[in-house]
């Protein structure tokens, strides 16, 4: 009979069981926006930031959750998520496609959405105007106000 070596049957035990996965957490009517302490009555505007520890904190507007990010210090180890129009899901910031534009009535005036494709962005903006932007170009606030 073979002896396996209890070190390495707990290392594989523990690789196994690996990190927590980030995700994103429902929304409910009670919850408010962690920057302008709205209520989140729109869900297919909200977002969401969860550190890699697992706090969490929601907004209302996509611009509210560009506004918190402004005075957090240690970014890498936040994860944003974003509701997408197509679905009413959630899809990660890095994979979303944004839309920007002055004829979308977002909560707090950003006017911004997310799509998950981006050939339903691209749809939108035809029939509805607007552009199509990088997440770069949101999280630096190119061609937005503050509120």
């Not at 209520?39 to 918190?68: Q, T, Y």
């Not at 970014?75 to 009413?88: A, G, S, T």
């Not at 691209?122 to 509805?128: A, K, L, P, S, T």
Request: glycine fraction near 8%; hydrophobic fraction near 40%; aromatic fraction near 8%.
């Amino acid at each position: 009979m073979r002896k396996f070596n209890p070190v390495i049957i707990l290392t594989l035990g523990l690789l196994a069981c690996g990190g927590k996965e980030i995700k994103p957490v429902d929304l409910y009517p009670e919850d408010i926006c962690s920057y302008c302490k709205m209520a989140i009555s729109e869900k297919m505007f909200a977002g969401e930031i969860v550190r890699d520890d697992g706090e969490v904190w929601k907004f209302d507007d996509l611009g509210c959750l560009r506004a918190h990010m402004k005075s957090e210090k240690e970014k890498e180890k936040l994860h944003l998520f974003f509701r997408v129009m197509e679905k009413q899901d959630w899809v990660e910031g890095k994979d979303a496609t944004l839309v920007k534009s002055d004829m979308i009535k977002t909560p707090m005036g950003s006017g911004v959405i997310a799509f998950a494709e981006k050939k339903h962005a691209e749809d939108f903006v035809r029939q509805h105007g607007g552009k199509v932007i990088t997440l770069e170009e949101f999280m630096k606030g190119q061609g937005f106000h503050e509120h």
